[in-house]
């Protein structure tokens, strides 16, 4: 009956850790391996691999050793935190994806025991399996199977009965995970932010300062923001601000808030600076049983959301009621109802004829039953080629696979998506092509009228077709306008433990709940639940059917937005599992009241997270998506709203392979991430270029400077060399004998007559050593000129070697000038004196010298 298949891919959310083989989780691979006869249980502490898939402040309540995946016929071990089912397979010893799911996201579970027929191959055994069946509002149906008399299934059971739907808002994981790592803005800074960019004044940024002095309302030429809720007296359900008509004062406000049911009044949600025309919502009016009952105050706020057309008459009206008119004749009774046009000026009434809360959630069970009975994956393990005994889909014949398909249209599913797809629609082509105004409103106001404001907010605005642009529309129109998102999850809020289907907490006396009304379990056993009626269960997938619809719209535009499937079905599954605060309680008044922001971690900054590890190559952005190419309003004709099963989300646990419907969207992602590769390193050689280039400039300029250099040094010698062949012949000229040694030194002789008197050395840059070698003189500098001094002859170096070669000299008589025999040689002194006058003059370089 159970077949092999291989181990589901691990969550890509989920850490990418391993147990060690040390950690190794006893248990089977499979139904046939598993030891059915009596296991003592025993105390075992959890394996340290373990602590390594828990999130923050996770901790394990209960765990189950050698329990069965029936889907996959994986066999691992079963965990049960305060956050989630954490299952983890004995074969890859990693997560499997299909077996674990946050606790908030299961909404129904219950014991089955599957007999079995006993064989010869195991004549020892009990011939039962205990089974426990996991109904999940992601649209997944599970079962393990635990080993008899092990107590294993009742732990497991009953932890989920303490743990699934604990009784206070704070039990959550929410509360324990914190805020930490992803901390956010206060959402009412975010919120007045978005009515600022809708009023046209985008560069006002709103403060928690203006918040509590009350200066946030701004306002421009038609519309203005008020803070007649700001404590929430008006309307507890309602947003501490509100975007209202200019000319409606607050007073006028809360005489109209009375007229309509739990006074949430009509109120702006998107506007048209251009041309005027707005997007408002409110609930019903309370006309009462007759229909009878009129509200002047009331009338005039809804005549004052039509301003007047430049030119032209008055703008047009159009009330939308999302309920089928007989529901809102019913409403009556309740002393609701619907307006009536005669009592609003140039109005027209339509309804959409949008089904409550309690056909949604039946339709969603009656699709998740026939996708979990037709799939690959079924929680019986048995393929749908196999079923009925045939060995194709269907049972191999044309009227069971016509039945298949008959089946997926009575679940009513698409057709209630395509009803507001094209009220939607409707509603943003009267806007868009009309320029007139549009009240929408169901009953309370907060299920309907959200999904069709904000669906066709997103078909007129392409800013909130941006991933933040998107985060303002959801904290805008759903959060903040008091969508009551704990009784739709059936989760507990602030005033207590909400309105969650009474039998998840009974079922532990009554045995099991009723197995999928579309397929029994063979052998099962099914008691009769006491179930809850439609008035105490107010759990409704609203707003994944919101989802479900933009989903449908990114099929039909795949250019016009920024943010992909993945996205989407990332930011439900944050929403199913309440692992943040963003999307707890029923309204912004209970969320203040609990401290959300403060305590609990913010959805918007762990998904911003996600996407800055990749970039723009992140799974969450759309390759295709180019702001250009759709820079209005998105008006799809009637004929293009035809829904389809969404792949991604429908189609991922019960058929995993054809969940992957965006395989070419994959192929070029992996494309465009190798093209992010390659251009970083294209980048990269750019760099590296540019900076061998200006390396390579750097040397050259150093080489050309020393070029200079070197120019200029040989110039420099040039000059020096003539200098040096000038002065030498000059030298000469007057009877000196220059020589220059090759270490630069210069020796100058003096011949007064070479014929007679022997060659002397007597004036040098150098000293001559009694060995003959020459050593230059420290002070000695040819540039010095050299003067006969008339007072002190014997200072004079000049005198001193005229008396050091004078023939007629003598050292008793001393000099004998000026005897005659002295005039030839006082003439030669004399023209020596001005020979170096001459030499002083020259332009010779120190440097060239020397010191």
Known sequence: MYRSRSARSPNLREPEVRLAESDKIEGAGGWDALEWTKIDPVSRSVPIGVKQFLLEDEHVVVEGYGVVLVNTDDAGTLFVTNFRLLFLSEGSRDIITLGTVPLATIEKFQKIVMKLPSGQRQPEKTGSQRLLQIIGKDMRIIVFGFRPRTKQRRAVYDALLRCARPARLWDLYAFAGGHSRFSNTNPKVRLLNEYCRLLGMGFCQASIRAIEDGSFTLSNEYWRISSVNSNYTMSPTYPFALLLPKSISDDKVLQACTFRARCRLPAITWCDRGTGAVLARSSQPLVGLMMNMRSNADENLVAALCTQIAGEKRRKLYIADARPRKNALANGAMGGGSESSANYFQSEIVFFGIDNIHAMRESLGRLRDYLDTHGTTSSDGMSSFLRHGGWSWGGGNLSSMSASVSTLGDTGWLIHVQTVLAGSAWIAARVALESASVLVHCSDGWDRTTQL???????????????????????????????????????????????????????????????????????????????????????????????????????????????????????????????????????????????????????WMYLAELRASEGSSHAHYNLFYDPLKHDGPLLPPAAALAPTVWPQFHLRWACPSEAQGGEVEAECRKLTRKFSELQRAKEAAETRLNEISVTVESLVTELRNEKLVSNSARDAVKRASKETATIKRAVQSLGFNVYFSVDGDCNVCIESNPTEIPQRSVCSVSTTNSNGSVHGSEKSDLSEPVTVMQDDVSDNPLIQVCESLCPMHSRDSGCRWPNPGCAKFRSQFVGLKANFDAFDRLPIYDNYFGT
């Open 453 to 603: 404001v904000s669906l066709a907010s997103l078909l007129l605005d392409p800013y909130y077709r941006t991933i933040k642009g998107f985060q303002a529309l959801v904290e805008k129109d759903w959060l903040a306008f008091g969508h009551p998102f704990s009784d739709r999850l059936g989760m507990p809020t602030i005033s207590g433990s909400g309105n969650m289907p009474f039998e998840l907490s009974r079922q532990a006396s009554t045995g099991s709940l009723p197995s999928s009304p579309m397929r029994q379990v063979s052998g099962s056993s099914s008691s009769q639940a006491q179930s809850t009626s439609h008035a105490q269960n107010q759990s409704s997938p609203i707003f994944l059917q919101w989802v479900d619809c933009v989903s449908q719209l990114l099929r039909m535009y795949p250019f016009a937005f920024e943010f992909s499937s993945a996205f989407l079905v990332d930011l439900l599954d944050c929403m199913l599992s309440c692992r943040f605060g963003n999307f707890l309680c029923n309204s912004e008044k209970e969320r203040e009241q609990a401290g959300i922001s403060d305590a609990c971690g913010c959805l």
